[in-house]
Each structure stands twice: as structure tokens, then as C-alpha cells.
């Protein structure tokens, strides 16, 4: 079986001076375009929300002014599995800036370092520059990973750290790889793959037993030093570094809910992933080709490296590991359910190994010139990219006003006090508790109320008997499906607003408590 061809557009060595001739290359000046014009696309477009962001928002808030690390002032409870992102928020937080709109220019910012990143990583592992290039152009032309990008969540970022990491690693450089990959686990909970990651790498490119232990020293010390200082206040002040936010959703876990997250995951690579909206699957994204030809690339990676040992154990372990145990990680953790952002990590990894995959299969073809070969790529790669604008415009763009529930839920509580002495208790936490801060928000979905998680909602809401209720009408089931709930919510509040979703079948209902 013939090896990866590293085929380039000239014959021309790029040593560590690549960063200083950026500008002396055509096709690198192409690329920083795509960026910039991208960057400016995005940045332009603005954010686009998930509910849960505001989670993350409302947490800064508080440290903003001054109440701690906490979604309510005064109860510690880690309702955000992203720590590290809420902190790097609440820096341009206390500068007075807005906090959602930082989070979309850090995210836009990160996607661009991330592709320049995947450029000179590929580079590194003797990719062509076909492939190299062409994985950086077809990653930022993902379009459901630049909308998760513009959601205000950690992805983006998360991604960076990922790719900083798996960069480290291509120089050598453990303990910077530790570092990084330390960093990535503070802002999400997977990041800990990374360190199985460098585990392996450590592995595969010790000469001696001898020297393993030192080496493994090397990465392993600044990981636990990056986590050690985060884990030790966890533990003092949550009581615990495990978020409740996992903890809830872990006791959602079923028959059904299982069933929907294996799914998800095998619809993810042949349709595209779960979502509504800006995030309707179609075919025309070509998920099922991006899929196979990574499969192939990943095939062929193992495969070399357990024929040619050494030299080409490296890529496998860098640009097969993570995505790898990723999917595996939260296939067996059912966490492909209905949460969009849980796919991000995937995509850049599909643009990189789908386009190795296209260069062995070209292998095969030896009668097709070096020229001829570039051509080919050149053509899929366009072709791949034409698929994400026809998604965009013919599915995703008509979709995209059809995504009411962030819309819905601010309007439904407009004009409701601002008053940390008013409690309102909801199912959904996150806009709510953003644009009525500092009003204290009970969540009755337990990610940010460890009590709501072990009890019956009506019997903790006929003890609790907060001044507001604000329920959607297709999640308020422990309401509306039972008679003797509505009977109490009838006799013990009234209806102060109603607002019908004009794309689902739902309403948004807010309840004031009865005077007595």
C-alpha cells in the first residue's frame, strides 16, 4: 500500500521561518482573506444564542459585581461546565464591555488563530500544501460551526485550545502540550481526552523506558499544575469540582433519551447535526462524504502506523486520537441530545481528515500527475464548500427565523422586577436570569438547584411558592398533563402574560402568586 503523498504546489521547503513568509505566498494571502472576510461576516451577522449562554453570562455578571463565583448570590452551586471561559469573560466584563458581545469576538478570533493552527500543523506532519490549505478553507466554511461559533458559548475557544495543543505536540513541546491541554479541560469537561492524547504521544516517541518516566513528568506536571489551583477551590467552595449541570442532566438519562443520542450521532455524519433553524439537517452540507473520507484517512493512519512504526505513529496519535475518543466518550455518555454545541470539536477534524483522505486515495491513481493530483483536491475542496453555501441558502437561511424560544423567553418576562428579593422560578434559566439579574431564579431543571434534581417539581414549587412561574407550554408537562397541579396553580396564581410561538406548537406562559 503505497504511502500519504506530500505533494506540494512547488518544490520549496517551509522551515520554522513559515510565519515570517506569510505574506510572500499567494496562497497564504488567499487564506488570510478568507479569514479576515469571515471574521468580519460573523462578527457583522452578530450573535445568535442558545439559552444556555446566558447561563454562562449570568455567572459572570455576578462575579462582575462583586457575588462570587455563583448563578444566585450566596449559594455556591457549579451550574457551568465551562470555568475557564466564564473567567476569561468577566475580564472584559469588569472593563465595563459587553459581556454576550465579547464572547462573540473572542469566538470569531479563536476560529481564525484555529485555522492558521490546522494550516501549520498539517505542514508539519509533511502534508501537502493542497491538503494543508485546503483543510484551513474548508473548516471555516462549515457553516453549523461558524453559528456555534456565534452563539456566545465556549466552543470556539475550546476548539482553539484543542488544535493549540495537538500544535504543541507536532514541535516536540510536552510541557507546553500539558499546559494547553490543562487549559482545555477547564473549559470543557473533554478536554481531559487531550490528556490520554499526550499520554500516547509520550509514548510513541520515548527511545528508552528509561526516559519515559522524565518525559511523562515533562507533560503531565503542568497539566495537573493547570487543574490543581481550580480543582482545590472547587472542592472548597461548591463543595465539589463535578458541575451540578452534569449531575442533571446525567438523572435525565432513559431508554428514550439514550435511544435519541445514538440517533443523533449516526444522522451527525451522514445529515448533519441535531437542531432546528440555522442547524436543519440536509444533505447538501455532504456530511456523508466528509464522513467516509475521513474514515478512510483514518484507516489508512493506523494502518501506516502499525506498518511503519515510528515515523508514522505520530500523525495517527495527533489527528486521530482526540476525535476518536471524543465521539466514543460521549457515544457512551449519551450526550448527543439536544444540545448543538456538544458537535463542534467534530468539525474540524472532519475537514482535516476528510481532504487525507481524498490525497490516499489519489495514491492509488499513479498514472495522475503531481499537477493533476493538486487539481483534483483543489476541485473536491470547492465542490465541499459549494455543498455549505447551498445548505445555507436553500435550507438553513429559510429556517432561520423559525427559532423562537430565546425571543420567546425574553419577551415573556419584559418588564418583571429587577429585584434580588423576588424569586421567579423557571425551567429555562439562562435569557431569564441574564436580562432580570439580580432577581433570584429557582430552576426547576436542577442545573443550578441541586434540590429541584431530587424532588417532585409541584411538591417543591407548593413549598417554595415563588412570586413568579414562567413556563413553556411544551415543557410545563408537570403542570398542564396533571389535573390536581392545575387546580393548585389555578386556586394559588393567575396568568399575567401569554405568548404563542408562531413556529412551534407551544406557548409562553408567565404566572404572578396570588395575593391572599
Known sequence: MPAITTFDLRPETLPASRWKALFKDRLRLALLAVIVFRTALLLGLGLRPFDDSFITFRYVLNLVHGQGFVFNPGEHVLGTTTPLWTLLLTLPGLAGLSIPGSALVISVLADALTALLLLDLLLRLKFSRAVAYGSSLLFLSLVDYANLARSGLETAFAVCLIFATLHALSYRRLALAGFLSGLTTLTRPEGIILLAVVGAYVLVTTESLQALPRRAALALLPYGATLAPWLIFATAYFGSPLPQSVLAKAKQSNADFNELSNRNIQQFFVQGQFGESLFSRTLLQANWALSGLAMVAIVSLVWQALRYRKEKFIPAVILVSFPVGFVGLLTLTHAFTWFPWYYGPIYPFLALLSLIGVARLLDFWPRLTLTGREWALGGLVALLIAGQFAALLVVKIPAAGRDYLVQGLEESVAGLPKDPAV??????????????????????????????????????????????????????????????????????????????????????????????
Open 423 to 516: 424569586k421567579l422560578a423557571s425551567g429555562e434559566i439562562g435569557i431569564i436570569g441574564y436580562k432580570l439579574y439580580p432577581t433570584y431564579i429557582d430552576d426547576l431543571a436542577g442545573l443550578t438547584n441541586p434540590a429541584t434534581a431530587l424532588v417532585n417539581r409541584l411538591d417543591y414549587l407548593k413549598a417554595t411558592r415563588p412570586e413568579y412561574l414562567a413556563l413553556r407550554t411544551d415543557e410545563g408537562a408537570f403542570f398542564l398533563q396533571d389535573p390536581l397541579a392545575q387546580t393548585w396553580l389555578s386556586q394559588n396564581y393567575e396568568i399575567v402574560r401569554t405568548l404563542l410561538d408562531p413556529y412551534s406548537p407551544r406557548q409562553f406562559v408567565v404566572y404572578h402568586r396570588r395575593t391572599a
